[in-house]
């Protein structure tokens, strides 16, 4: 979604019910690309385990960069994440990973199912209606919806357990009365504050 500008339209405590809303505002897009893009944060064995069984072939990398004690020099996660033990994975967590396109084969609610404490994400990219009438015009680089997971905003970088919140982003110098009337279109309004898109 590049750098657009991205409203928060729905906020929850229920994952399945986000997700939910984020479909439905899939469905006002006049166009939307087959990728899905999800991303997760990993802080326990377990969920490293539920991810895997997912997206085997993700690249899972440290959360945050690591340095060797004595040369300084950048660590990589290295460890198969299919085959490492409890103990290896506990001695790399937290992880994260990125996937430009989820696989056909998977389910985006298993996706949401599988996702633990940690911030994720799935973003879904499009267009919206052109609006000549309002103003307002499709912006095929920035356009999409987002759910974010445990997070209460876009970039995800804050965790927030059990606070899941639905995104959606408009060109990249924003447009206030599209996401208001797209917030509505779902039963809410826009939340808070623009945010920078990711």
Known sequence: MGNSVAYPVHRTTDPAEAYAKARLLCGLLARRYEEV??????????????????????????????????T???????????????????????????????????AEEEFVRAVGTGPASIGWEGCWPDEPELGSYASPKYDGVQ????????????????????????????????????????????LGEPERGC
């Not at 994975?89 to 056909?104: G, H, K, N, V």
Request: glycine content about 8%; hydrophobic content about 40%; some cysteine.
């Open 72 to 106: 300084g020099e950048t660590l990589y996660f290295g460890a198969d994440v299919r085959t490492a033990t409890d103990a290896e994975l506990a001695a790399e967590l937290p992880l994260d990973f990125t996937y430009t396109e989820l696989p056909a084969a998977v």
């Open 147 to 190: 759910l974010i997971l445990n997070s209460d905003e876009c970039e995800w970088s804050r965790q927030v357990s059990g606070v899941h919140t639905v995104y959606v982003h408009v060109t990249k110098f924003g447009d206030p009365g599209r996401a208001e009337r797209l917030a509505a279109a779902i039963g809410g309004s826009v």
């Open 37 to 70: 893009r999800v991303g997760a944060e990993l802080s326990t064995v377990e969920d490293v385990r539920r991810m895997v069984a997912l997206l085997p072939d993700a690249v899972y990398e440290h959360t945050d960069m690591r340095t060797h004690p004595e």
